[in-house]
């Protein structure tokens, strides 16, 4: 079998037989190198720096300068104030004439005070128709509880006479009965009279008889005078006895006729008192009408007294109307004489006055003058572009030196920063719109407020306050981030990746 193989014709060669030996020093500054990129590299991935936005500001009071506005239209009375002149709030400013509306108020007033008058007047005429209304209503009651009263003595007497009427109907008929009866009785006396009578003119006639018999028998010697006389007597005794029944038949035939006129005068009576039994009631009714025609007279009175008494009401409802009206007119009157008064709306220096002279002729709205105000807090007003504004973050601890973030470093253009130094800041808020570019900006910005931590700069032993209007330049500390964050954010920036 043939062996091919180069191995054993050609020998292998190793690294160090053909190339150079590597210098320490070589392999030193490699090694030297490699910690200094990677040091770099964690440096850059572990060192953090602030992302820093630069705008300009201005020191500004809280509140701005406060603008003085009349509040209505008028001509210029008096101007009181004069620029860089210190001013109280409520002090007047300017007055505006007000003699037009003096003399509305004067003629208010007076109307006022005539409806008052009117007023008072009607107010008295009211409560007399009311104790009018209550005296005829008291004289009402007493006239009806008379006339009632009357009513009840009427009926009392109709009842009475009515009571009286049956019981004199019922004597009337027991009179009658009575008398009925005793003319009965005056009857039957007659007729048992008359009958005694007709047998005693029989008893006459038979002694008659008798005497006349016995005279001749006498006469002739036959009968003794004894019985003649005897028979005579008897004679005698029946004529005597008819005489005297004949007397009182006639006595009872009179009898008779009393006891006639008697039922008759009875039978009148009981007429009389039948005609009484139902009496009238003309008195009952007159009083009961009497009673409907003093009430209706009361209410008729009560209804005139109400109808004056609505009108005046009616009246006074107009008059308090047409008052509340005049009140309404002064208030307003007052107010516009209070608005003649321009009056400054803080206390401070008067930075601007937009007056020339008196008689100026001024607008509701138009600024009268500009004050600026005294010991008003501070504050600084930057402007920052949109492209910036998503970096910007607003501190929302109380106290400057504990944010952190939304801080500022700012510089003060009228202190130089190298000599006295910059002071802390703290965003506070940012506009929640833009304001709009104009001559002396190049693109829309938004208003960033920024509070100062102290509203002056130290130099030594010596304060030096910020002013209102100083020019500061910002740094509006957005972030912080490492600089290999920068770097990766450069490189996606120009790979646009």
Known sequence: MVNNSSDSFLNTASADEFLPPISPWITLGGILQIVAVGGAFLLCAAVKYNVIVRVPAVVRPIGEVRLVQAATDGRIEQIQVAENQEVLSGEVIATLENSQLKTEKNKLESNIRQSELQLDRLAAQIQALDRQIEAETDAI??????????????????????????????????????????????????RSTEANLRSIEAAFNVARLKRDRYQPVAESGALSQNQLEEAQLAVEQQKQAAIAQSALIEAQKQTIERQEQAVEAAEARLQQSRTALNPSRADVEIATERIASQQATGLATQARFRQEQEVLIQQQLDLERQLAIDFSNLQQIELD?????????????????GLRNPGQVVRAGEAIAQIAPTRAPLTLKARVTTDKIAQIQVCDRPQVTDCQQGKAQLRIAAYPYPDYGTLRGAIRAIAPDITASDGSQSADTYEVTIEAETPYLQKGDRLFPLQPGMDVTADLIAKEETLLTFIFRKLRLLTDW
């Open 141 to 190: 009651a007493r006239t009806v509880n008379i006339a009632q009263a009357e009513l009840t003595r009427q009926r009392r007497e109709y009842q009475d006479r009515q009571l009286n009427s049956n019981a004199e109907v019922a004597q009337a008929q027991a009179n009658l009965r009575i008398a009925e009866k005793e003319l009965e009785k005056a009857n039957a006396d007659l």
């Open 337 to 353: 004489l209070q608005k003649t008064a321009i009056l400054a709306t803080t206390d401070g220096t008067i930075f601007n006055v």
